[in-house]
């Protein structure tokens, strides 16, 4: 008898190196929108996040005795350092990128056994780490009206210019949280969403768009039947249900669910994140109650934890329980009757 192990792939006559060149290219709108918001500065941080996760993967490859071509060949750690990417903070310190993508090809991949073997999502596991160990630089989001060209982003990137004047604004997550707090109940969440200029039409100025690049990329992947439907609707059905019941109760203090759909890192972490072959669910059940539980998570933690966001924290969380749902949610065997 032959075992298989993860990750499993939905397309007959793939590859890891096929798939992974298709999330790249899904990201791609998302990264767009994140250019023509932002700046340049985040290619930038694509660029020093890539080429870490191949010196990285390099270097314990070698260490392992492992086929140096083959594994750097297949876009695994591409897509790693692509997402932890556009989780960090735009124009953080490039030392920060680098030191949160060698803890998740290091660590939370390769210490594992590599790909295929790793427990935690090495993206979540870097964004975490990085979060509670140097808080306010994973803060520093750059105010949206500031205008810097590539020149002056790079030189913030690599530390040659002071960050206090630039780094100025907020996530609309954290802006929402903040002003609610320090206005100990004298101020509602309709008039902030009204009078910030953090804020759009549905969300954050700005990154409703990024958000719906994410979305064009995640649908487009589910066309081509390289993530099923299970995880994505889990997640955000769990995050849109929670959200839309508080904000029934309460709307003066609780956001609409398409407010918090479109911030943050809902989206990202609906299709490239909760829908990971390794770290996720493999069955069809386990990866709707797995996106379900990490979708209220996220929530709880954003809403009511110390953290503007709360898909990383959730998504790993999730990631301790993915061997007893599997366990549970396997379909029964053909030909085999279920024990009392």
């Given at each position: 008898?032959?075992?298989?192990?993860?990750?499993?792939?939905?397309?007959?006559?793939?590859?890891?190196?096929?798939?992974?060149?298709?999330?790249?290219?899904?990201?791609?709108?998302?990264?767009?929108?994140?250019?023509?918001?932002?700046?340049?500065?985040?290619?930038?941080?694509?660029?020093?996040?890539?080429?870490?996760?191949?010196?990285?993967?390099?270097?314990?490859?070698?260490?392992?005795?492992?086929?140096?071509?083959?594994?750097?060949?297949?876009?695994?750690?591409?897509?790693?350092?692509?997402?932890?990417?556009?989780?960090?903070?735009?124009?953080?310190?490039?030392?920060?990128?680098?030191?949160?993508?060698?803890?998740?090809?290091?660590?939370?991949?390769?210490?594992?056994?590599?790909?295929?073997q790793n427990p935690f999502n090495p993206a979540m596991v870097a964004f975490a780490a990085c979060i509670v160990s140097f808080p306010a630089l994973m803060s520093q989001w750059p105010a949206l009206g500031l205008k810097l060209d590539f020149l002056e982003q790079l030189q913030i990137i690599a530390g040659l210019a002071?960050?206090?004047?630039?780094?100025?604004?907020?996530?609309?997550?954290?802006?929402?949280?903040?002003?609610?707090?320090?206005?100990?109940?004298?101020?509602?969440?309709?008039?902030?969403?009204?009078?910030?200029?953090?804020?759009?039409?549905?969300?954050?100025?700005?990154?409703?768009?990024?958000?719906?690049?994410?979305?064009?990329?995640?649908?487009?992947?589910?066309?081509?039947?390289?993530?099923?439907?299970?995880?994505?609707?889990?997640?955000?059905?769990?995050?849109?249900?929670?959200?839309?019941?508080?904000?029934?109760?309460?709307?003066?203090?609780?956001?609409?669910?398409?407010?918090?759909?479109?911030?943050?890192?809902?989206?990202?972490?609906?299709?490239?994140?909760?829908?990971?072959?390794?770290?996720?669910?493999?069955?069809?059940?386990?990866?709707?109650?797995?996106?379900?539980?990490?979708?209220?998570?996220?929530?709880?933690?954003?809403?009511?934890?110390?953290?503007?966001?709360?898909?990383?924290?959730?998504?790993?969380?999730?990631?301790?329980?993915?061997?007893?749902?599997?366990?549970?949610?396997?379909?029964?065997?053909?030909?085999?009757?279920?024990?009392?």
């Amino acid at each position: 008898m032959v075992f298989s192990t993860p990750p499993y792939l939905l397309q007959e006559r793939s590859s890891v190196r096929r798939v992974m060149l298709q999330v790249l290219l899904a990201l791609l709108p998302g990264i767009a929108a994140y250019v023509w918001l932002i700046g340049p500065g985040i290619v930038v941080q694509l660029v020093i996040a890539t080429l870490t996760a191949l010196a990285g993967e390099a270097f314990m490859l070698a260490l392992r005795r492992k086929r140096l071509a083959l594994f750097l060949s297949d876009g695994s750690a591409i897509v790693t350092a692509w997402l932890i990417a556009l989780s960090f903070p735009p124009l953080a310190p490039w030392w920060l990128i680098v030191v949160g993508t060698l803890l998740a090809i290091v660590v939370a991949k390769h210490l594992y056994g590599g790909l295929g073997q790793n427990p935690f999502n090495p993206a979540m596991v870097a964004f975490a780490a990085c979060i509670v160990s140097f808080p306010a630089l994973m803060s520093q989001w750059p105010a949206l009206g500031l205008k810097l060209d590539f020149l002056e982003q790079l030189q913030i990137i690599a530390g040659l210019a002071p960050r206090i004047d630039v780094m100025s604004g907020a996530t609309p997550l954290d802006a929402l949280k903040t002003a609610l707090k320090l206005s100990d109940g004298s101020i509602d969440v309709p008039t902030l969403l009204a009078t910030q200029e953090v804020f759009g039409n549905f969300a954050g100025r700005g990154w409703e768009w990024v958000a719906s690049g994410y979305l064009l990329g995640g649908l487009w992947l589910w066309q081509r039947k390289l993530i099923s439907w299970h995880a994505p609707f889990g997640f955000i059905l769990g995050l849109s249900l929670l959200a839309a019941a508080l904000w029934a109760w309460n709307p003066q203090q609780f956001a609409n669910p398409v407010f918090h759909l479109f911030s943050g890192g809902a989206l990202l972490g609906a299709f490239f994140i909760v829908t990971d072959p390794v770290s996720g669910c493999t069955t069809p059940r386990g990866k709707l109650i797995f996106g379900l539980l990490a979708g209220l998570l996220a929530y709880i933690i954003r809403v009511f934890g110390g953290f503007p966001d709360g898909v990383a924290f959730a998504v790993l969380l999730m990631n301790l329980c993915v061997p007893l749902i599997d366990m549970y949610s396997q379909p029964p065997i053909f030909g085999l009757k279920n024990e009392p």
